[in-house]
């Protein structure tokens, strides 16, 4: 049984996409014989009890939010008590700070571990003058393995970082939870549409993502400006995230000129998340090009194509490896409204289409499984 330890910065009750990858990869990792051990922040609470009843593996919590550089020392401390308390078979860093934090402490006593990367902390992170100090500018290179969540990301860790050996990268795309495959029942499909009052004789087009530019709202608001009239009437636009509120604030002046009715859910739970896939016609997360940050996987296209909604969005990062142009999806160029606007009206009138897309992104999504993530990180 391999004595797995994953750290990180990010985890639950913080609700991001690196703590949920730590959460699946470690549940998987459990699940395949492996003793997997989560270090986490606190954030500020005693969840003791609670990690315990929650998670099928253990969770050292240590004081501690998100990563912050004057917390730098702090977690140093811990860290280096928590690598040096056991034979550790696999020491496996989720997130930049914790790669940082492991390369320091290799400085003073011999230790393996490996890291994942994801993309967008290849673009500004390892240039960072905070990272030039610590780490010589070369944050990945100590690394004993590195995992790329995808092509597009390894190829990018390639260009950034071209001191990491290639044979030490691996690629490992990231699962969906089977709980995306689960139809919703009829209650929670009529709870959403109820609290969102969508019509049952409207489409329904779905956003799930944070509220910020790079996740392309706004270029979806300026595409549905140039759908035909007819198809504007029976559309709804869903848009589920929370995030900057000047942002949201340019998306409901720009919904307001649509003449499509679009809905701001805000934040949204799991189940409801799960019915909200369930009841969407389209995915629509087309992506905007930003030179701080990137799409190195997707997975959200992955969680809607699990409920057979199929997705349109732009040839950005690794968007094309996870929908398939005209199998599961449709994709345009980067800011194309025409291009997006006619995809859209597309299979918006060619249900029989639609329906066939969103039957093979079902099945491809079923590729997708947290096991083979964690059987290819860890050789289980």
């Known amino acids: 049984m391999k004595a797995i330890l994953i750290t990180t910065t990010e985890f639950s009750p913080f609700r991001a996409g690196i703590g949920t990858y730590t959460c699946e990869i470690a549940a998987a990792a459990q699940a395949l014989g492996g003793a997997v051990t989560v270090f986490a922040p606190s954030y500020g609470t005693d969840p003791a009890d609670s990690d315990r009843l929650r998670y099928p593996f253990e969770v050292i919590r240590y004081p501690g939010e998100t990563y912050d550089r004057r917390a730098l020392p702090g977690l140093l401390l811990r860290l280096w008590r928590v690598v040096g308390e056991r034979p550790w078979d696999l020491i496996h860093a989720v997130d930049w700070p914790t790669v940082l934090a492991l390369g320091l402490i290799r400085r003073l006593r011999p230790l393996e571990y490996r890291a994942t990367v994801y993309g967008s902390e290849l673009l500004g992170v390892v240039d960072s003058l905070h990272v030039r100090i610590l780490a010589g500018g070369r944050l990945f290179a100590a690394c004993e393995r590195v995992l790329a969540i995808s092509d597009f990301t390894s190829d990018l860790l390639s260009r950034r970082c071209p001191f990491v050996q290639p044979e030490k990268v691996a690629i490992t795309p990231l699962g969906v939870a089977e709980r995306f495959f689960e139809p919703p029942d009829a209650a929670a499909r009529s709870a959403v549409t109820k609290r969102l009052s969508i019509p ?42 929370r995030g900057d509120p000047v942002y949201e604030e340019e998306l409901r002046r720009l919904a307001a000129e649509t003449e499509v009715r679009v809905i701001f859910a805000g934040a949204v739970g799991d189940a409801e998340l799960v019915a909200l896939y369930g009841v969407a016609d389209i995915f629509l997360l087309p992506g905007e090009p930003d030179p701080k940050s990137v799409e190195g996987f997707g997975l959200v296209y992955l969680e809607a194509a699990a409920q057979g909604t199929p997705a349109v969005a732009s040839r950005l990062g690794a968007i094309p490896e996870v929908v398939r142009h005209q199998e599961t999806g449709l994709l345009v160029e980067a800011c194309d409204h025409e291009g997006l606007a006619a995809a859209l009206a597309d299979l918006l009138n060619h249900p029989t289409r639609l329906a066939g897309m969103g039957a093979a992104a079902r099945e491809r999504a079923r590729d997708y499984t947290w096991e083979r993530c964690a059987r290819l990180s860890y050789e289980l």
Request: hydrophobic residues 50%; positive net charge; charged residues 25%.
């Open 200 to 241: 049952d004789d409207r489409q329904v087009l779905l956003t799930v993502a944070r509220l910020v530019p790079r996740k392309g709202h706004r270029v979806a608001l300026k595409a549905l400006r140039l759908l035909p009239g007819d198809v504007k009437q029976g559309l709804v636009y869903v848009i589920a995230g």
